[in-house]
């Protein structure tokens, strides 16, 4: 099971390796995190990524490898910027010279870089950014400038306090024409103290949700007084422009100025998997634990995951992270697929890239958030500590709903590629790719339920059916309610929770799809096949309510313990005394609680100056 949730024996060796690195090395310890301060979370942040990149030099780590220790130290911070989004906005929008000056740097962490889009105005609306990269051609010069409060640059990861460099989101002005949003590289800080650069104001925004989470991760704010960079600044790859000022785009569609976002979106749905299977690895594991009530005559108390009730709040999260985990496998493989596309001038898998990364981002970020809190729930008051990781992991995985896009814009997005595939099937031209379904849109409008049998339902391909009919039929609800509208932009409007609608119908479709398609794969390990089957019809069926989920459910609850073991996981990267492999999580819980500094004294501080007053006057007036 460990293969089939790795993806290959070779991925299982090698985050094996990884994670025990992270877990055997005290500097990585996490288990005091939600006890530190701001500042001191921020400083250990900095203490755990300079020595990630000392092991990562000492042990020569692949990039896979080093990618999987900063996954593993579980910890936000500057690095994920440089990696994740920083590396990929100049290797995307950069040309090959300028992708041999910087990344050069970038690699050998001369330079921390970071992703400066979002201002304090505008996030979901890129067209509507205000920061200005105006041409100087008497100095062959930009002049980077935050023209109104509302253009700070805020948000981006690293900003704050660390990144030395940003590629910068502004709006190219040149021959006194505005040629809306396109990449810069700019230096913020000095390469020799740290200090900003001239005319640049640049700060942390502020504490965020939750303790330890994301406020380890330093979100900066910063405006632009007139800073002046060369021309050859600006990432060239998608557009230029010469010497003499004069704006020359290149023939690729301007949409892959966004091919950074794309790419990070993907990455997100495979975040999503893992955060949700953490979450689901503590609740089965402490539900086998945790006993409550016994039978009336005094027997033995039931393990909670017994419960008929928990089965049916749990079980779906644990077929979940499987089915993101499956579909996040195949929107890897299709980003590469488009990318390899790109290289020769193929546009032509681009929208459905698009709408794959937006509309899987967006569904298996919600359902995991969701998930994750519902996870903290299924473990009663342990859940709500600290120190059964469910609320960090909660903070830290809460956000995904929003940065990388607002979900539902995103799925608003979605929409959109429905709306004008419906219109393409009614003008006769077949759908391909993840709306290939669309093009049977006879049999689907029509077909009656194709499951009548109550074993119909574990058919995968009469569930498929179903999952096509749901889609397509709310897609094109959608569309001819639209054109009943004055226009078809009030339409959309005006639709636009329905709309949101039929793009998760959608979405779920092709995790439902993808799940059917791995099962269809030879999959090693004795009676593996067997348990992904079920937790394929508790995924499916868990979306359209059905009542052959009980079954599956006593049927999967045997080896719940064993699906959740497979995600591999060391008790370090789970930081949880619930869901603790050797499942000795009381003597855990108390064990945790003496950490806390407030038990460095058995008398609390404040008690002379708060409490003894007051216990003291109150005992004087009890006596009078
Ligand atoms: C982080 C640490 C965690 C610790 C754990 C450790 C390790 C974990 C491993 C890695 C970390 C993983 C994740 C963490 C990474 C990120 C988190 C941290 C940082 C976050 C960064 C950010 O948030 S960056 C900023 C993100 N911002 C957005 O996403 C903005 C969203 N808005 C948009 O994308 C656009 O504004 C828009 C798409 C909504 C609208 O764009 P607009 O230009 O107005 O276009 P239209 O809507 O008019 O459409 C025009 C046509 O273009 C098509 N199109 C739009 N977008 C794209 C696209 N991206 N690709 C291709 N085509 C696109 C659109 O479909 C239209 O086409 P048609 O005209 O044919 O309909
Ligand atoms: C932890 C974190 C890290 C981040 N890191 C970075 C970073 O490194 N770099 C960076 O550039 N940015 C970063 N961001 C910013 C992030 O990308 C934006 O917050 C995100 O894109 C959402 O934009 P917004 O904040 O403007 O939300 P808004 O768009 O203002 O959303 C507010 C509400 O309006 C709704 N809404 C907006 N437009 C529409 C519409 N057309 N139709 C219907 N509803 C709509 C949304 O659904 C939402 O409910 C980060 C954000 C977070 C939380």
Same mark, same amino acid.
């Given at each position: 099971?460990?293969?089939?949730?790795?993806?290959?024996?070779?991925?299982?060796?090698?985050?094996?390796?990884?994670?025990?690195?992270?877990?055997?090395?005290?500097?990585?310890?996490?288990?005091?995190?939600?006890? *530190?301060?701001?500042?001191?979370?921020?400083?250990?942040?900095?203490?755990?990524?300079?020595?990630?990149?000392?092991?990562?030099?000492?042990?020569?780590?692949?990039?896979?490898?080093?990618?999987?220790?900063?996954?593993?130290?579980?910890?936000?911070?500057?690095?994920?910027?440089?990696?994740?989004?920083?590396?990929?906005?100049?290797? =995307?929008?950069?040309?090959?010279?300028?992708?041999?000056?910087?990344?050069?740097?970038?690699?050998?962490?001369?330079?921390?870089?970071?992703?400066?889009?979002?201002?304090?105005?505008?996030?979901?609306?890129?067209?509507?950014?205000?920061?200005?990269?105006?041409?100087?051609?008497?100095?062959?010069?930009?002049?980077?400038?935050?023209?109104?409060?509302?253009?700070?640059?805020?948000?981006?990861?690293?900003?704050?306090?660390?990144?030395?460099?940003?590629?910068?989101?502004?709006?190219?002005?040149?021959?006194?024409?505005?040629?809306?949003?396109?990449?810069?590289?700019?230096?913020?800080?000095?390469?020799?103290?740290?200090?900003?650069?001239?005319?640049?104001?640049?700060?942390?925004?502020?504490?965020?949700?939750?303790?330890?989470?994301?406020?380890?991760?330093?979100?900066?704010?910063?405006?632009?007084?007139?800073?002046?960079?060369?021309?050859?600044?600006?990432?060239?790859?998608?557009?230029?422009?010469?010497?003499? =000022?004069?704006?020359?785009?290149?023939?690729?569609?301007?949409?892959?100025?966004?091919?950074?976002?794309?790419?990070?979106?993907?990455?997100?749905?495979?975040?999503?998997?893992?955060?949700?299977?953490?979450?689901?690895?503590?609740?089965?594991?402490?539900?086998?634990?945790?006993?409550?009530?016994?039978?009336?005559?005094?027997?033995?108390?039931?393990?909670?995951?017994?419960?008929?009730?928990?089965?049916?709040?749990?079980?779906?999260?644990?077929?979940?992270?499987?089915?993101?985990?499956?579909?996040?496998?195949?929107?890897?493989?299709?980003?590469?697929?488009?990318?390899?596309?790109?290289?020769?001038?193929?546009?032509?898998?681009?929208?459905?890239?698009?709408? @794959?990364?937006?509309?899987?981002?967006?569904?298996?970020?919600?359902?995991?958030?969701?998930?994750?809190?519902?996870?903290?729930?299924?473990?009663?008051?342990?859940?709500?500590?600290?120190?059964?990781?469910? &609320?960090?992991?909660?903070?830290?995985?809460? &956000?995904?709903?929003?940065?990388?896009?607002?979900?539902?814009?995103?799925?608003?997005?979605?929409?959109?590629?429905?709306?004008?595939?419906?219109?393409?099937?009614?003008?006769?031209?077949?759908?391909?790719?993840?709306?290939?379904?669309?093009?049977?849109?006879?049999?689907?409008?029509? @077909?009656?339920?194709?499951?009548?049998?109550?074993?119909?339902?574990?058919?995968?391909?009469?569930?498929?059916?179903?999952?096509?009919?749901?889609?397509?039929?709310?897609?094109?609800?959608?569309?001819?309610?639209?054109?009943?509208?004055?226009?078809?932009?009030?339409?959309?409007?005006?639709?636009?929770?329905?709309?949101?609608?039929?793009?998760?119908?959608?979405?779920?479709?092709?995790?439902?799809?993808?799940?059917?398609?791995?099962?269809?794969?030879?999959? *090693?390990?004795?009676?593996?096949?067997?348990?992904?089957?079920?937790?394929?019809?508790?995924?499916?069926?868990?979306?359209?309510?059905?009542?052959?989920?009980?079954?599956?459910?006593?049927?999967?609850?045997?080896?719940?313990?064993?699906?959740?073991?497979?995600?591999?996981?060391?008790?370090?990267?789970?930081?949880?005394?619930? =869901?603790?492999?050797?499942?000795?999580?009381?003597?855990?819980?108390?064990?945790?609680?003496?950490?806390? &500094?407030?038990?460095?004294?058995?008398?609390?501080?404040?008690?002379?100056?708060?409490?003894?007053?007051?216990?003291?006057?109150?005992?004087?007036?009890?006596?009078?």
């Amino acid at each position: 099971m460990k293969v089939a949730w790795a993806g290959s024996r070779h991925a299982v060796e090698v985050a094996d390796r990884m994670a025990c690195l992270v877990a055997s090395d005290p500097v990585f310890r996490k288990d005091t995190r939600t006890m *530190l301060s701001r500042k001191e979370l921020f400083k250990d942040t900095l203490k755990k990524a300079a020595h990630a990149w000392k092991r990562t030099v000492e042990l020569h780590l692949t990039e896979e490898e080093a990618n999987l220790l900063r996954l593993y130290i579980d910890q936000p911070g500057y690095v994920d910027l440089h990696w994740v989004m920083f590396v990929p906005a100049i290797k =995307g929008q950069g040309t090959e010279e300028q992708q041999k000056k910087w990344l050069t740097m970038a690699y050998k962490f001369q330079i921390i870089g970071t992703y400066a889009q979002t201002e304090l105005g505008h996030g979901s609306n890129v067209q509507g950014l205000e920061t200005t990269a105006t041409f100087d051609p008497s100095t062959d010069e930009f002049i980077m400038h935050s023209p109104t409060l509302t253009s700070s640059k805020w948000w981006p990861g690293g900003l704050g306090k660390t990144s030395t460099h940003a590629v910068v989101y502004a709006r190219l002005i040149t021959e006194g024409k505005d040629y809306g949003i396109h990449g810069f590289i700019m230096q913020l800080r000095s390469l020799d103290d740290h200090s900003p650069l001239p005319g640049i104001t640049i700060g942390d925004i502020g504490g965020k949700f939750g303790s330890g989470a994301y406020n380890s991760m330093d979100n900066g704010v910063m405006r632009l007084d007139h800073v002046r960079i060369p021309r050859d600044q600006m990432l060239m790859r998608l557009a230029q422009v010469t010497r003499e =000022g004069k704006y020359v785009h290149s023939d690729v569609p301007k949409q892959l100025l966004y091919g950074t976002m794309v790419y990070v979106r993907q990455t997100i749905v495979a975040d999503a998997s893992r955060a949700l299977s953490r979450a689901v690895c503590i609740a089965v594991r402490y539900g086998a634990i945790r006993k409550q009530f016994g039978s009336k005559a005094g027997g033995p108390e039931t393990q909670v995951l017994n419960y008929k009730t928990q089965q049916s709040r749990l079980f779906p999260f644990l077929a979940s992270a499987y089915a993101f985990r499956f579909v996040g496998q195949w929107l890897k493989w299709l980003y590469t697929d488009v990318t390899q596309k790109l290289e020769s001038k193929d546009f032509s898998t681009l929208p459905e890239a698009h709408a @794959c990364t937006a509309g899987l981002k967006s569904v298996t970020t919600s359902a995991t958030a969701d998930a994750i809190e519902e996870c903290q729930k299924l473990c009663g008051g342990h859940g709500y500590l600290n120190s059964s990781g469910l &609320p960090e992991l909660f903070a830290v995985n809460l &956000p995904a709903c929003t940065y990388e896009g607002d979900n539902v814009v995103l799925l608003l997005q979605v929409a959109r590629f429905l709306m004008k595939t419906v219109s393409q099937v009614a003008s006769g031209k077949q759908p391909v790719g993840t709306t290939a379904y669309m093009g049977n849109i006879q049999h689907l409008m029509q @077909c009656k339920s194709v499951v009548n049998t109550v074993e119909d339902w574990l058919n995968p391909a009469a569930i498929k059916e179903v999952f096509e009919a749901r889609a397509l039929r709310m897609a094109v609800n959608c569309a001819q309610n639209i054109s009943k509208a004055p226009s078809q932009e009030e339409g959309f409007s005006e639709l636009s929770p329905d709309l949101v609608e039929a793009a998760v119908a959608h979405v779920q479709l092709i995790i439902v799809t993808k799940f059917i398609e791995k099962l269809q794969e030879d999959i *090693l390990g004795h009676g593996v096949k067997e348990q992904l089957q079920k937790l394929c019809g508790i995924y499916a069926l868990h979306l359209i309510h059905n009542e052959r989920l009980g079954k599956l459910y006593a049927q999967v609850r045997p080896n719940a313990v064993a699906l959740v073991d497979a995600f591999d996981y060391t008790d370090h990267y789970l930081g949880s005394a619930l =869901g603790r492999y050797d499942g000795d999580v009381y003597s855990a819980l108390y064990k945790e609680a003496w950490k806390d &500094p407030l038990n460095e004294t058995v008398v609390p501080d404040g008690y002379q100056e708060h409490l003894r007053p007051l216990l003291k006057q109150q005992l004087k007036l009890s006596r009078l």
